[in-house]
């Protein structure tokens, strides 16, 4: 239905800019019109769905009754541009930049290491420039709560929150117990080592940060004040093609218009109505924005409570609450105490001020946490419409949507009455989720009781839960059934045997979790049961009794505080020149540009002449033929150009893995054909519009269905030590068991990009790819046209994070990009949505180990037999090699006589899993350490004491027969066993325990050895090219990639001690096919130090042709034996090379040199955990780390930290599901959760092993990428032992399994007690589950 009137100008501000957009269309979002229309990149896409914070800008607008200027974050990939007439947008360009001025926020995040690969980097800065508008000293928990909405892949979050922590109100200390040092010694020198340089703590200097000027921050434009003045009284109207946007300046126009529009959404927040149209296009001619309407804005007070505008932000409800609170008597506040509890863990900051409470209730959604308080609150709705105004309860019957109960499609909700609470009223929310903050909640609860007046006999009860069914339910049948009884244990069971009589969930419900979530419902009844009899007697203490110290265990939710960390690595030797910056913590090259959004990623990258963009049919299949492609009705949307199959394919279709999908498909999510449009809407579009038809065929999805079907990608691969059956025969005792352990997706927050662009001449072709490996997107692009590959010209700038997913997929984007381009002779963008990416790519290998393990009483283990399987998926891609990695580094810190390991990649229809990260290992080394923990369980020794017995000591040879020194391992265990106070610490958890019965502490200490690089040689060559200008200034390049990791900032490094030359004399443009051919891919750890080699080499040749005028001019500078050089016709340019570092393994004879070195760690973790909930936290973290000498403490520190924070994500947190027909359901930041701030341990401490030296790599230093994130497994230990306390205390058995990763869910259900023994339990084999196990 189109409005008449003609379309207004929309006028906003962008960075103290005008803006008029003649023909705003209303479908258009922010981040695309900031992106494509204002060129104003530094804001990035990360997911489209709210859940990143990548996408975060500052909006301010003027209020012209109230007089009043708000600022506030917003994610702008839900913003609709319409809603920005009359706003000022500050994005990160105009929070600071190189060219102009830099901005305190970008400064000190640059310095303190905040960026690694930099894309979230803007988004942080934006939330915190947003905080620090409005609150010029913030508090420590106003930062934390600020960064809850931003998600960073790379960094762990520490060095972020310790940047932030320096606009803080007040200084926080550590007060680390045990280790004598506190976070705010910053560089302080806490002691002197025996050899090299001095011990030193913290990696920046706050002394040095630029100080804040407020001055110095836009105001806002007077003009747009002027203006919203003078447009209070009119109606704005933009038209786009298919919607048009309509803002009334009144209630009875807005009434009007709904009237006339009843089906016209009443958009503010746009974050469901935005999220239904990402999801399923859901589309509205007419849409309405009530946000200038005085009325859906008032905050007032009357007798009854607080009055609400149904416009009002949910941030701005949490501050009036706040407010509130602090000002009315407690009784009269509950419900708002139990609103607070839940705005502080609802979404992100930049979600919260966006959320309207009106959006909120009437969007009703299954887990949104205000509606089931807001109800047992008894809030009564403020409607209005044309027909006039009335009063409706927000009660059960509203939330199902019952007709008589529910606004009708005329009406609005103006206001929302929340009443005070009485004296005699109880009221409780409750929530758990995936994560503690930023996830939607998997059960929720709002629970009120109203007792006779001084007594404990129900008048009135309220249960509501939420995530259980379409919307909100009320068990309100049970609860009338409890009206008149007394409030004691009798109730209590008879509440929960009604409960979950009445909220029924079937075993096949959508999100999975049955069980789980049953127990919940009871979990949360009994907590509130508790909550409500400690009120009672602090109401009535004479009357009744206080809580036993069992049952106080059991109140209070688990909530992370403001974590602090301590940085502690050696000085260099003292002797070292000031300008040498090897050894010294260098910030990250491009630290500075990350901040200010200056630094260009591939969908950053100018749009080039005629360019087109791309969009994939992916296979909704797991395995099945392909009948048909139909690609009419996609070729008539306009602006589609062509669609491309692999029938366009000149030469060869991928390598392994076909690009395009030929006559089948072999997992859900392949790529079938490419849609090539003017516009990325338009290409999406058709993509939409081709149809193909399949003829199923079977498919194998687990490890269970491949074991059976014999399905492999490769032979067995097999180590064998000592003499195994004797070892078992000589043991005291044998136990078996398994470990299941999920994969892991990526989640590198810069999507999978690329730009190909073909040249004129020759058919060259330029590809700007995000890759880990540009030689293979080389080869694979040049084999697919048919090219030699010195046609193909392959730049990677940098990569927005990797972590071994961006080794062999990008080749194949890059070849449906480079055909796509081939066929149609345009530029071609192809870069994928969040939930594509997740979809096509596979990620970390599924896991399935099982363990025979023959051992003495002592503790010692003489035999251990392992079978390890691994989902490989659809293809071979990087599974051999795991398999191998996995079977290698099984044995991880022990020692272990007689040892079999045999290790299977299982072949699959899922998408075809990839290198990841630690490589085999963080699954192998789960499974060696829970065998430890067996062994420790069936002996009952002290699990630091039978690690210590069965650790290597001194001089070893591998499983495979490679020699080396345990010397660090036991430093780094000693170090850390003292660093982190752990037997103190191990018996005041013990003390906690016995006091706690429904909270439990645990702690573990875990060793690692870790193997670094290939094992092939070949692996390990690089290459690197320097050039002397004559000016004196050098460009370096070599084949390694940025992906983060700092390695161009190490190869700076080098070169300038190389030459002696100040760091500022020395440039890296771009890792480049042209100028360093045939690089290697960089990972395993040894990218960075293969190419210092090379760089390093290049750098010592020329040094070498320069020493002759160097010496006759002694006293000469830098330039003068430049210039000298170049006239005595000295080439001022060297390639360098690296051969690699001999390793070879033989698995016939099973022997070999598999790793240059190995690389020894410790670990040690506190956590607590909620015993009714799931929930944990984690407490306090202690890393040792033989590091070696580090050629840059901070980026090495900072990559431990990452990986660390990335290895909590795999082991606690992350879990992928699939459906029984293979499609993948978790496809994007909604229902994947990786690590947030508030994971990061309260308490995290890195320290590098000093007077440590590694012979084999450059400078002595070790590669620090992956090795870290094993240590997360130390969080997983704890837990379980937290977990084994609590069965222990409940006479449950010891010999308990606990599969990866220990979600709410895994930890909630070990801790069996009454409430999980209570729950319907259905017998697997009866019902079709939501999803299934594939490892
Ligand atoms: C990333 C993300 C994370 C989230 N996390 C959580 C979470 O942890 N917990 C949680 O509870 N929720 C969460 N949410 C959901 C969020 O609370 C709701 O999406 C939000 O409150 C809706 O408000 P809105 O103003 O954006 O609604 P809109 O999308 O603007 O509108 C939603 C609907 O409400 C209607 N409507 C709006 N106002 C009125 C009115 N005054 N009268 C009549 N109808 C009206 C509209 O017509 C529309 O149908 C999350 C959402 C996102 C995107
Ligand atoms: S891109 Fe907007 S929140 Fe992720
Ligand atoms: S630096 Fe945060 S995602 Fe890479």
Redesign the pocket.
Known sequence: MACPQQSDELVFFVNGRKVIERQADPEELLLYYLRKKLRLSGTKYGCG???CGACTVMISTYDPVAKLIHHRPA?SC?LPLCSLHGAAVITVEGVGSIKTRIHPIQERLAKCNGSQCGFCTPGMVMSMYALLRNHAEPSMEQIISALD?NLCRCTGYRPIIDSYTSFAREPTCCQLRGTGQCCLDQEERVCSSSTGGQILSGLCNPEQFLPMDPTQEFIFPPELMRMAQEQQRTTLIFHGKRTTWISPPSLKKLLKLKAKYPK????????????KRNHSGAYHPII?H?VRISE?LVVSSTSDGLVIG??C??AQLRDILMKAVTELPAEKTKTYRALLQ?LR????EQ?RS??????????R?S?????PILSVGKSVLNLASEDGKRQILLNDRFLAGCEHAD?NAK????SVLIPYSMKDDFISAFRQ?ERQK????IV?SGMRVLFRPGTDTIVDLSILF?GIGSTTLSARKSCEKLIGRQWNDQMLNEACKLVLEEIVLPPSASGGKVEYRRTLLVSFLFRFYLEVLHGLHQMYPFRYAELSQEKMSALGMLQSGVPQGVQIYQDVDPGQSPQDPVGRPIRHQSGIKHTTGEAVFIDDIRPVDGELSLAVVTSVKAHAKIISIDASEALQVPGVVDVVTARDVPGKNGKDEQAYAEDKVICVGQIICAVVAESLTQAKCGAGKVKIVYKDLDPILTIEDAIKNNSYITEQRKIEKGDIVKGFKSADEIIEGELHMGGQEHFYMETNSVLVIPRVEDKEMDVYVSTQHATDVQELVASALNLQSSKVMCHVKRVGGAFGGKVTKPSLFAVIAAVAANKTGHPVRFVLERNMDMLITGGRHPFFGKYKVGFMNDGRIIAADFQCYINGGCTKDESELVIEYVVLKVDNAYNIPNLRVRGHACKTHLPSNTAFRGFGFPQAGLLMETCIVAVVTQTGLPHEKVRETNMYKGVNLTSFKEKFDAENLWKCWEECLDKSDYYSRKAMVEEFNTKNYWKKKGIAIIPMKFSVGFNATYFHQAGALVHIYIDGSVLITHGGIELGQGIHTKMLQIASRELKIPLSYIHFCETSTTTVPNGKYTAGSVGTEINARAVQNACQILWKRLEPIQRDNPDGKWEDWISEAHKQSINLSATGYFKGYHTNMNWDTQKGHAFPYFLFGVACSEVEIDCLTGAHKNIRTDIVMDACFSINPAIDIGQIEGAFIQGVGLYTLEDIYFSPKGEQLTLG??TYKIPAVCDVPEQFCVYLLPNSRNSIAIYSSKGMGEAGLFLGSSVFFAIRDAVAATRKERGLSLDFTLNSPLTVERIRMACGDVFTEMIPKDKPGTYKPWAIDIA
Not at 367 to 371: A, F, V, Y
Not at 438 to 441: E, G, K, Q, Y
Request: net charge negative.
């Open positions: 769905v709210g859940g994610n839900l909405g016209a959404p009443l958009v503010v927040g746009n974050t469901t109505v935005g999220l309405l009530p859906m149904a416009a932000c949910l839940h863990t609802l979404a992100g979600i966006m959320a309207s409470l009106g959006g909120h209730i009437v969007s959604g887990s949104w946490d205000l509606n606004i009406e609005v909700i103006v989720a930023n996830a939607l909640s929720n939420g930041p909604d």
